[in-house]
């Protein structure tokens, strides 16, 4: 039976003599002692039952606490709170399961009006991430909402989940839920790699209509026309939901991955694209997948993560 976990004793780290120097480990509280101040929300998602499945290197289950471990010391420069949530944990096979509390608890820190930033964990934790934001907007309105996916990705994730459901198959599992609900599916792929996905992937990327650019496509010269496409895609969605999955960067910033990137689209470029979505006013969630720390050199991967997740709260 997995037992979700308190995590507040993860944060530890320097303290600096000089007057307005605070670190996160300082700052950040306990999700449980929240006050009426919505905040930053972290959420672990200690998971990789579906990288396993995906027949990929597992080790993501560590990634929360090496993301915690990496961002404990970096600076604060946020103005409003940010709490921690602790991990949903799937330790016994059980991945539905752990999905189905991750979105519980999701559509809890939603209700309250926080920004949730979930740290996976396998890229299977993006079904339970979408769940939980729809569980939070459902019966919110008298129309469907368009809720927009935006996935940093070397992968679609888009493989047939009536096999078994894995972290190659979260973004086919929300198009068949939203279908379900009478939902319209919006979803960008952003730094896919073509010789990771195969033609049968392509084509049901284009049967979805889903926005790509490959990892070649997003360069220092193309990245205005890349941030146009992803204003266009923005404004035609009520919500959105980012999800990095963090093997979009090149295997040298980021070793630390259950498939690492032979290309990649390096940080710098992705960092332009996640500062766009998280201005947009509409961003609700956002999740990160697939570090594996067991693989990482020198933290460099989590350290990516850290950055990431200081990045996304920075207007808070």
Not at 129 to 139: F, K, R
Not at 166 to 188: D, L
Request: proline content about 6%; glycine content about 10%.
């Amino acid at each position: 039976m997995s037992t979700d976990r308190n995590t507040m004793d993860a944060w530890s780290g320097r303290v600096d003599p000089e007057p307005d120097s605070p670190r996160w480990h300082q700052v950040i509280g306990a999700f449980a002692d929240a006050t009426t101040t919505p905040g930053a929300v972290l959420l672990g998602f200690a998971c990789d039952e579906g990288v396993r499945r995906n027949q990929g290197r597992t080790g993501a289950a560590a990634a929360p606490a090496a993301i915690r471990k990496a961002l404990a010391g970096l600076a604060w420069h946020r103005s409003g709170p940010a709490y921690d949530a602790g991990d949903v944990v799937c330790a016994d096979g059980d991945l539905d399961g752990a999905q189905a509390r991750l979105a519980e608890k999701l559509a809890g820190i939603l209700a309250g009006g926080h920004l949730p930033l979930v740290l996976g964990g396998g890229h299977e934790v993006a079904f339970g991430t979408w769940q939980g934001l729809a569980a939070h907007l459902e019966g919110n309105g008298k129309h469907a909402p368009r809720i927009g996916i935006v996935n940093l990705d070397a992968h679609f994730d888009l493989r047939d989940p009536a096999h078994a459901h894995s972290s190659g198959t979260p973004f086919a599992q929300i198009a068949e839920a939203a279908a379900a609900r009478g939902w319209p599916f919006r979803y960008a792929c952003l730094g896919v790699s073509r010789a990771a996905n195969t033609r049968a992937l392509f084509r049901r990327a284009a049967e979805l209509d889903v926005l790509v650019r490959e990892d070649r496509e997003i360069t220092p010269t193309s990245l205005p026309e890349v941030r146009a496409a992803l204003d266009a895609f923005i404004a035609g969605c009520d919500h959105l939901y980012l999800t990095i999955d963090l093997d979009v960067l090149p295997a040298g910033e980021a070793p630390g991955v259950s498939a690492p990137a032979a290309r990649g689209v390096p940080l710098a470029l992705l960092e332009a694209l996640v500062e766009q979505l998280r201005d947009s006013a509409k961003l609700r969630v956002a999740d990160l997948a697939e570090l594996n720390p067991e693989y990482d050199i020198d933290q460099r991967t989590a350290r990516v993560a850290a950055r990431l997740v200081h990045l996304l709260t920075l207007n808070g």
